[in-house]
Nanobody, 116 residues
Framework: QVQLVESGGGLVQAGGSLRLSCLASGRTFAPYTMAWFRQQPGKEREFVAAKTQSGATATYGLSVKGRFTISRYAKTVYLQMDSLKPEDTALYYC???????????WGQGTQVTVSS
């Protein structure tokens, strides 16, 4: 069983930056894919970014491409968020899985609030 713990959320002004971290624990080998999703109140969960264990492949949601960068080292995945906008305000979740695009493990979420 994999446990995911996120950190790094907070309040930032529009145009600012934040870096989220997520550590996977509970087994010796790292999940194949680690990703970030976000969810705003009353809306469906939205894919933000994902990166495979090899690190060669990263994918991004259209709304964050060019502003957010996902990176990964072993069992930790990071999300560098630059040029933040108020519409980026959401609860950000870390997710992981051992099959591409299938996420079996989820964190509790970390709140990101961007003020205008």
């Amino acid at each position: 069983q994999v446990q995911l713990v996120e950190s790094g959320g907070g309040l930032v002004q529009a145009g600012g930056s934040l870096r989220l971290s997520c550590l996977a624990s509970g087994r010796t080998f790292a999940p194949y894919t680690m990703a970030w999703f976000r969810q705003q109140p009353g809306k469906e969960r939205e894919f933000v970014a994902a990166k495979t264990q090899s690190g060669a492949t990263a994918t991004y949601g259209l709304s964050v491409k060019g502003r957010f960068t996902i990176s990964r080292y072993a069992k930790t995945v990071y999300l560098q968020m630059d040029s933040l906008k108020p519409e980026d305000t959401a609860l950000y979740y870390c997710a992981a899985g051992d099959v591409v695009a299938k996420y079996d493990y989820w964190g509790q979420g970390t709140q990101v609030t961007v003020s205008s």
